[in-house]
């Protein structure tokens, strides 16, 4: 059981030809919690990967310190830090058994052959590689052979953990057995586990807390929850959910000594933001965040709702996603996640939006970051 | 803008595929969505449409033209492929332009019609760089302009446009091709192997498998009414559950029987007598199922059912949650189109709707109607 601590780590690569730096990650501090799935969670090229490595030992940051405990690990060679690896391809050895496959680290420390013996049977048992032990690795299906590398990489049982994507190149049924198999061997193993992935899919069903990156930038490091209900940046907000967050430029006016939010191009709509008027004066400009599926949209018109034009109705059998045309700027599309109904707006028919105060996060445009969370 | 009418066509492709007596109409101002899993037979139909595969038999019809046997460019057909195949040379104005070159249209003209159209795919800015500084989604569009700027074609063909985008991107960019599609009103025949872009896009939809048509409709229709096992797992939002059962009378009533639970099937459809002890297949659509967390309060005999399970797992899809319910060592999918939080081993009733399921015949795999 060990925590793991980034302390401002960062990582520029150089390339001696042209001279040229590329900043891959920048000022990443975090706690990453024993016994705990951390996720590290962002687009390609965001800095994800780079992170890992720097924390197995692969690749030291250029700035920073890493420290399992209190132990500085930061330029520890890999085998002294007492983490291991699970890549997105498993590396099996073809011509060896499974037995030996998962026998290998144990085998190279010069552990002894009737501990080997056990621990082979215990991890085999725990993973439902029993009945194959004896077969050659050569032919097995993907989904045996993560699962042999899973093995592998928990035989030792190392203190920490990390996953580069494991799962994503496996079929969705294995996928879904090796997930949760995942699961119950990291809390029954008490390692710290760090899982990298640009699916926010995985990073949401099976992380405690998740880190959220783009561009070498940590944006927001916090439960699955919080990171879906109050995004700390604009990234965030649009990169999580299916349709992200709409984001509406809005300004602040104020009017006989309250505070309003008012959404630009559009005269009608208003929120009283006068609890949070001191904060969002401060910004220049204010970006309104509201989540597709929180709008609720009716035909005749209600009091503070926005009218709009539905241009777009797609079902998906359960639910219908819309596109309706409204003044907002920059984007003058609302996306609108609403349920399946008789009642369901047809193309090009005028719509009223509602956006439940509850449901409305306040940003700064410049910066991106979260400002308010509206509620009651 | 024309019909096309494409009658009795048969080419074969080699052994692995032979297009067989393809007849269907797209109509004029109409999406006509090809829907296949690869090598379905999706291209070689677009192909011949736009004249670069020659037909072994049959006949393709654009208004009131026999075009079977013209060559490509005396077609009148615009045609976009997978690969975009920009030239890397040019710049996007130029490559949008391209089309326009043998219509000998003066420079000021070209010049209008490839703005209006870089306008509507939002790639203004980008119409002095070469390909190659753009992003893959602006390529994309790129690709779709030059398909599109051939005002005059009398059809657009556009084989899997979306394919090679990222999710996220794909998702946008579906929505506004539905758009772009009502506003420039073509007659548009559009090929893919994502149901999502079908149901999505299509005011007409045609499923095939290995070179046949096995259905054609609206997309609700074929959603509703899938014809066979492969049609209702092929058209859905989600993987559809298939439990594998049989039908038994018991007293007056008609069961379905499977190994994690029985159901009373008797007001489903006459039909069902027929099948008294048959081997059939059950299908349950994902989005068509809910779960309750509480027991239900005691159930008058009605159409809905309630049956005990335990969450297996589950996963958050973007703003939906899959659920996997274990029923007697049966996982059945369950999507919920909100974000909700289960604990695994927890007790669930699944709840669903006698008119939301599906009966196929085991053997024939063909639907109960």
Same mark, same amino acid.
């Given at each position: 059981?060990?925590? &793991?601590?980034?302390?401002n780590?960062?990582?520029v690569?150089?390339?001696?030809?042209e001279?040229?730096?590329t900043?891959?990650?920048?000022?990443?501090?975090?706690?990453?919690?024993?016994?705990?799935v951390?996720g590290?969670?962002?687009?390609s090229g965001c800095?994800k990967?780079?992170?890992?490595?720097?924390?197995a030992?692969l690749?030291?940051?250029?700035?920073g310190?890493?420290?399992?405990?209190?132990?500085?690990v930061?330029?520890?060679p890999p085998i002294e830090r007492?983490?291991a690896l699970?890549?997105q391809?498993a +590396?099996?050895?073809d011509?060896m058994?499974?037995f *030996?496959n998962?026998?290998?680290p144990?085998?190279?420390?010069?552990?002894e052959?009737?501990?080997i013996n056990?621990?082979?049977k215990?991890?085999?048992e725990?993973l439902?590689l029993?009945n194959?032990l004896?077969?050659k690795?050569?032919?097995?299906p993907?989904?045996?052979?993560?699962?042999?590398?899973?093995?592998?990489?928990i035989?030792r049982?190392?203190?920490v953990?990390?996953?580069d994507?494991?799962?994503s190149?496996?079929?969705?049924?294995?996928?879904?057995y090796l997930r949760?198999?995942l699961?119950n061997v990291?809390?029954s193993?008490?390692?710290?586990?760090?899982?990298?992935?640009?699916?926010?899919?995985?990073?949401m069903?099976?992380?405690d807390?998740i880190a959220?990156?783009?561009?070498?930038?940590?944006h927001?490091?916090d439960?699955?929850?919080n990171i879906?209900?109050n995004p700390?940046?604009?990234?965030v907000?649009?990169?999580?959910?299916e349709?992200?967050?709409n984001?509406?430029?809005c300004s602040?006016?104020?009017?006989?000594g309250k505070y309003?939010?008012?959404?630009?191009g559009v005269?009608?709509?208003s929120f009283d &933001?006068?609890?949070w008027? *001191?904060?969002?004066?401060?910004?220049e400009?204010?970006?309104?965040?509201?989540r597709?599926e929180f709008?609720?949209?009716?035909k005749?018109y209600?009091?503070n709702?926005m009218k709009g034009?539905?241009?777009v +109705?797609?079902?998906?059998g359960?639910?219908?996603?819309?596109?309706?045309?409204t003044?907002c700027?920059?984007?003058?599309?609302i996306? +609108?996640?609403?349920?399946?109904?008789? *009642?369901?707006p047809?193309? *090009?028919e005028d719509i009223y939006?509602?956006?439940?105060?509850e449901?409305i996060r306040l940003f700064d445009k410049?910066s991106g970051e979260?400002?308010?969370v509206?509620?009651? | 803008m024309?019909k096309?009418v494409v009658?009795n066509? @048969?080419k074969k492709?080699?052994p692995?595929? @032979?297009l067989e007596?393809? $007849?269907f109409t797209?109509?004029?101002?109409?999406?006509?969505v090809l829907?296949?899993p690869p090598n379905g037979g999706?291209?070689g139909i677009?192909?011949?449409?736009?004249?670069?595969?020659e #037909?072994? $038999?049959?006949?393709?019809y654009?208004?009131?033209?026999?075009? %079977?046997n013209?060559?490509?460019k005396?077609?009148?057909?615009?045609m976009?492929?997978?690969k975009?195949?920009?030239y890397?040379?040019?710049?996007?104005?130029?490559?949008?332009?391209s089309p326009?070159k043998?219509?000998?249209?003066?420079?000021?003209e #070209?010049?209008?019609q #490839?703005e209006?159209?870089?306008?509507k795919l939002?790639?203004s800015?980008t119409?002095?760089?070469?390909?190659g %500084?753009?992003?893959g989604?602006?390529?994309?569009?790129v690709?779709?302009?030059?398909?599109?700027?051939?005002?005059?074609a009398e059809?657009?063909?556009l084989d899997?446009p979306?394919t090679?985008?990222?999710?996220?991107?794909r998702?946008?960019?579906?929505a506004?091709?539905k =758009?772009?599609?009502?506003?420039i009103?073509?007659?548009m025949?559009?090929?893919?192997?994502?149901?999502i872009?079908a149901?999505?896009l299509?005011d007409?939809?045609?499923?095939?498998?290995?070179g046949?048509i096995?259905?054609q409709g %609206?997309p609700?229709?074929i959603y509703r009414?899938?014809?066979? /096992?492969f049609?209702?797992t092929l058209?859905?939002?989600?993987p559809i559950?298939l439990?594998e059962g049989?039908?038994?009378?018991r007293? /007056?009533?008609?069961?379905?029987?499977?190994d994690?639970?029985?159901?009373?099937?008797s /007001?489903l459809?006459?039909?069902?007598?027929d099948? =008294?002890?048959?081997?059939?297949?059950?299908?349950l659509?994902?989005e068509l199922l809910?779960i309750?967390k @509480?027991?239900?309060k005691?159930?008058?005999?009605s159409?809905l059912?309630?049956i005990k399970g335990d969450v297996?797992?589950?996963?958050?899809?973007g703003s939906?949650? #899959?659920?996997?319910v /274990? =029923?007697?060592d049966?996982?059945?999918?369950v999507?919920?189109s909100? =974000?909700t939080k289960?604990? @695994?081993?927890?007790t669930v009733w699944l709840?669903?709707n006698?008119?939301?399921?599906?009966?196929?015949?085991?053997a024939s795999e063909q639907l109960?109607?």
């Amino acid at each position: 059981m060990v925590k &793991v601590v980034l302390e401002n780590v960062g990582k520029v690569f150089k390339s001696s030809k042209e001279a040229k730096e590329t900043i891959a990650v920048k000022g990443f501090t975090a706690e990453f919690p024993s016994n705990k799935v951390v996720g590290i969670l962002g687009p390609s090229g965001c800095g994800k990967t780079t992170t890992l490595r720097a924390i197995a030992g692969l690749d030291p940051p250029s700035e920073g310190k890493i420290y399992f405990d209190d132990k500085d690990v930061t330029y520890l060679p890999p085998i002294e830090r007492d983490a291991a690896l699970l890549f997105q391809f498993a +590396v099996v050895y073809d011509n060896m058994t499974v037995f *030996d496959n998962l026998a290998f680290p144990l085998m190279v420390k010069g552990v002894e052959k009737e501990e080997i013996n056990k621990r082979v049977k215990e991890t085999a048992e725990f993973l439902g590689l029993s009945n194959i032990l004896k077969k050659k690795a050569k032919g097995l299906p993907a989904g045996i052979n993560q699962k042999i590398a899973l093995g592998r990489a928990i035989i030792r049982k190392p203190k920490v953990l990390l996953l580069d994507e494991p799962l994503s190149s496996l079929d969705p049924e294995s996928r879904l057995y090796l997930r949760r198999e995942l699961k119950n061997v990291i809390r029954s193993m008490e390692t710290t586990a760090v899982y990298v992935t640009h699916d926010q899919s995985e990073a949401m069903t099976l992380c405690d807390k998740i880190a959220v990156m783009n561009e070498g930038k940590v944006h927001q490091y916090d439960t699955p929850e919080n990171i879906y209900m109050n995004p700390a940046t604009t990234f965030v907000a649009w990169f999580i959910g299916e349709p992200g967050m709409n984001l509406i430029d809005c300004s602040l006016e104020e009017s006989e000594g309250k505070y309003y939010i008012k959404i630009d191009g559009v005269s009608d709509v208003s929120f009283d &933001v006068s609890k949070w008027s *001191d904060i969002l004066k401060k910004s220049e400009k204010i970006v309104l965040g509201i989540r597709p599926e929180f709008i609720t949209i009716t035909k005749a018109y209600k009091k503070n709702s926005m009218k709009g034009k539905c241009l777009v +109705v797609e079902s998906f059998g359960s639910f219908a996603l819309l596109d309706i045309l409204t003044n907002c700027s920059p984007n003058n599309i609302i996306k +609108v996640k609403t349920p399946l109904s008789d *009642d369901l707006p047809k193309v *090009d028919e005028d719509i009223y939006l509602k956006f439940p105060t509850e449901y409305i996060r306040l940003f700064d445009k410049k910066s991106g970051e979260l400002r308010v969370v509206m509620t009651e | 803008m024309a019909k096309l009418v494409v009658e009795n066509v @048969t080419k074969k492709y080699g052994p692995a595929l @032979t297009l067989e007596k393809i $007849s269907f109409t797209a109509e004029e101002g109409q999406i006509t969505v090809l829907l296949s899993p690869p090598n379905g037979g999706k291209t070689g139909i677009c192909k011949i449409v736009a004249g670069l595969d020659e #037909v072994d $038999s049959g006949k393709v019809y654009l208004g009131d033209r026999d075009i %079977t046997n013209l060559e490509p460019k005396e077609r009148n057909v615009s045609m976009m492929f997978q690969k975009l195949a920009l030239y890397p040379n040019m710049n996007v104005f130029e490559n949008i332009a391209s089309p326009l070159k043998a219509r000998h249209l003066p420079p000021s003209e #070209v010049k209008k019609q #490839v703005e209006a159209i870089a306008n509507k795919l939002k790639i203004s800015h980008t119409l002095y760089r070469k390909p190659g %500084t753009l992003s893959g989604g602006e390529r994309q569009r790129v690709a779709l302009s030059r398909a599109l700027v051939k005002s005059d074609a009398e059809l657009y063909i556009l084989d899997e446009p979306l394919t090679n985008l990222d999710a996220k991107i794909r998702a946008s960019m579906r929505a506004e091709f539905k =758009i772009l599609q009502k506003e420039i009103n073509q007659t548009m025949l559009y090929a893919t192997p994502d149901p999502i872009e079908a149901l999505s896009l299509a005011d007409k939809l045609i499923v095939l498998d290995r070179g046949k048509i096995v259905q054609q409709g %609206t997309p609700e229709d074929i959603y509703r009414n899938s014809v066979n /096992k492969f049609v209702a797992t092929l058209v859905g939002y989600y993987p559809i559950n298939l439990i594998e059962g049989s039908i038994i009378e018991r007293g /007056k009533k008609i069961i379905l029987q499977t190994d994690a639970f029985e159901i009373e099937i008797s /007001k489903l459809r006459n039909s069902v007598k027929d099948y =008294i002890n048959s081997k059939v297949t059950l299908g349950l659509r994902p989005e068509l199922l809910n779960i309750a967390k @509480t027991e239900p309060k005691t159930q008058e005999p009605s159409d809905l059912f309630y049956i005990k399970g335990d969450v297996f797992e589950f996963e958050i899809r973007g703003s939906d949650t #899959v659920v996997y319910v /274990k =029923i007697n060592d049966q996982i059945i999918r369950v999507l919920e189109s909100k =974000i909700t939080k289960y604990d @695994t081993g927890m007790t669930v009733w699944l709840q669903f709707n006698l008119k939301d399921i599906y009966l196929f015949d085991a053997a024939s795999e063909q639907l109960i109607r």
